[in-house]
């Protein structure tokens, strides 16, 4: 199984920040890895798909990077909207594995 | 508008059954592969299973495999999760998925329902 592993677990930002999340493979994948948001009491949200394409509709301040087994979520100018929790999730083979994720909270 | 709507949640016994139903709408059901994703209480995201879009192809996480079984029903735009030899680790919110492509292969997940949650508990 292909390990996902997040950095950081939390991470305190204020409003305006630029914030950076990491997410390792334990195998390659090429470029397939998505990135979603999570708020509380809710479902997941698609962000960005084949580590660097932005889902239509989600804010140019979130951007992805990456390949292989390093890839990063930026978020340039954090807006109060984007205190949330957020994940990686690998997709190059099953079983499909996501990373513990990443709790962005106000700082 | 794409929508998806679980029900089939709630209190069960461990060993007890329940099946899970996703309700879809807003787009052609037999066009894409869907998923099952669950969160326990507090926890990260798992993926469960995966049929593709005609249900000739299914996948299981290996802590489901044996026990859980995805069907689908594209005459009735309906997804389904039977849930047998049910255990406390199984308490979870159950959410429904739909992936990017008709094929169970290199899937993400486009659209969620909102989630059932499915406790086990004695």
């Known amino acids: 199984d292909i390990q996902m592993t997040q950095s950081p677990s939390t991470l305190s930002a204020s409003v305006g920040d630029r914030v950076t999340i990491t997410c390792r493979a334990s195998q390659s994948l090429t470029s397939g890895l998505a990135w979603y948001q999570q708020k509380p009491g809710k479902a997941p949200n698609l962000l960005i798909y084949w580590a660097s394409t932005l889902q239509s509709g989600v804010p140019s301040r979130f951007s992805g990077s990456g390949s292989a087994t390093e890839f990063s979520l930026t978020i340039s100018g954090l807006q109060p909207d984007d205190f949330a929790t957020y994940y990686c999730q690998q997709y190059k083979s099953y079983p499909v594995t996501f990373g513990q994720g990443t709790k962005v909270e106000i700082k | 508008e794409v929508q998806l709507l679980e029900s089939g949640g709630g209190l069960e016994q461990p060993g007890g059954s329940l099946r899970l139903s996703c309700a879809v709408s807003?787009?052609?059901?037999?066009?894409?592969?869907m998923s099952w994703v669950r969160q326990a209480p507090g926890k990260g995201l798992e993926w469960v299973s995966t049929?593709?879009?005609?249900?000739?192809?299914?996948y299981y996480a290996d802590s489901v495999r044996g026990r859980f079984t995805v069907s689908r029903d594209n005459s009735k735009n309906t997804l389904y999760l039977q849930m047998n030899s049910l255990g406390a680790e199984d308490t979870a919110t159950y959410y429904c998925a739909k992936d990017i492509r008709v094929t169970a292969s290199e899937i993400y997940f486009e659209y969620w329902g909102q989630g059932t949650l499915v406790t086990v508990s004695s």
């Open positions: 049929i593709s879009g005609n249900g000739d192809t299914t």
């Open positions: 807003g787009f052609t059901f037999s066009s894409y592969a």
